[in-house]
């Protein structure tokens, strides 16, 4: 049995769908997109973050990435939630729920489930800094990284 093979035998048994396993081994969408906006959010008392970067064009999302430091239910929600958002308008991804993404994973361990809402905060702080900015036309001050908003027309 190889090493993979014997984490997703333990991940199975800690209540992961196959889904949830492979977005976690496999990992999706993990990086950073130069010059998108990108805001941190942290899940209260487990000290876990992410950061989701988006590239927005004319109101549709072209590009999703997202950083975390985090567990295996962190990094199955945030390579699900930017599997969903990418193609989508920025309306669709604001209207996004817990419930969707972790239907979209199939299941996860009970004590994970606040894992999906970490993934969703990093994705709406990031949405709403990027109007924020619009709205000011100044520097966002949740991330000195994510100057260049305005270019992407939100
Ligand atoms: Fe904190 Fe999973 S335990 S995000």
Redesign the pocket.
Known sequence: MSDEERLGELLRKAGYSEKAIDYYIKKRNVGVIEGARAAESH?GL???SMIVYLKIEKGLILDAKFQAV??A??FASGSALTEMVKGKTIRFAENMTEQEVTRDLGRLPGP?L??VR?AIDALKKSIACCKELQDSGSDCKCDARARSCNQYGV
Do not use: S
């Open positions: 899940a487990c000290g876990d985090g567990c239910g962190a994970k606040h894992c970490l």
